[in-house]
């Protein structure tokens, strides 16, 4: 009767393996957590920042549309997250194109001046304006892309799934 016998001329390689499973995890997971954002705001700028919102119309790509930024952020898998943020310059008016005023279905209170006793701008037709508030209406649709994206972001996450696994075989 013979002996059962076990090769294991392959365990050093097997246990390199194993202990750089997490490294090549995190990289392979912030690499696409990165790509997710990075294609949102693109999907982003696509769907809801075009020139009929007037968003770009009037703030342009160093606007609010510029502005939009993301952060792959932790030191480790399980800290591992990615910030989608609007930074500066766009960051003092990206709350009222998200949430709205009150007087044009949104939540947050009408614009009115602080010193002076009306508002103004140049409009689209190149003329002043003057008003003693304005009311704004939700545009900017920031959490709503997010909630469309979901397809798409599952996607990208399954696909670094598939390339980690292949990284760790």
């Known amino acids: ?4 016998s ?6 050093d390689a097997y246990s390199a393996q194993i202990q750089r499973a997490p490294e090549v995890a995190y990289d392979e997971m912030r690499r696409s957590f990165s790509s997710v954002a990075a294609q949102f ?6 769907t809801r920042m075009r020139g009929g919102s007037g968003i770009t119309q009037r703030s342009g790509q160093a606007g609010l549309a510029g ?6 952020t932790g030191s480790s898998l ?7 943020f609007i930074g500066p310059p766009g960051v003092r008016y990206a ?5 709205g005023t009150v007087g044009a279905g949104g939540t947050l209170l009408a614009i009115k001046p602080k010193t002076a006793k009306l508002l103004s701008w140049v ?3 190149g003329m002043r ?4 508030s304005v009311a704004i209406r939700p545009r900017l649709g920031w959490r709503r892309s997010w909630d469309e994206f979901e397809r798409n972001r599952n996607r990208i996450l399954d696909r670094g799934m598939d390339r980690l696994v292949e990284r760790l075989a």
């Not at 076990?6 to 365990?11: G, P, T």
């Not at 705001?41 to 696509?46: I, R």
């Not at 399980?78 to 989608?84: K, T």
């Not at 304006?129 to 003693?132: E, Q, S």
């Open 123 to 125: 409009g689209n037709d």
């Open 41 to 46: 705001l693109t999907y982003h700028l696509k």
């Open 6 to 11: 076990a090769d294991f001329s392959r365990l």
């Open 129 to 132: 304006k003057f008003a003693k």
């Open 78 to 84: 399980s800290s591992l997250a990615v910030d989608l």
């Open 67 to 72: 502005s939009r930024q993301f952060e792959a």
């Open 1 to 4: 009767m013979t002996e059962p």
């Open 95 to 99: 709350a009222v194109q998200e949430f």
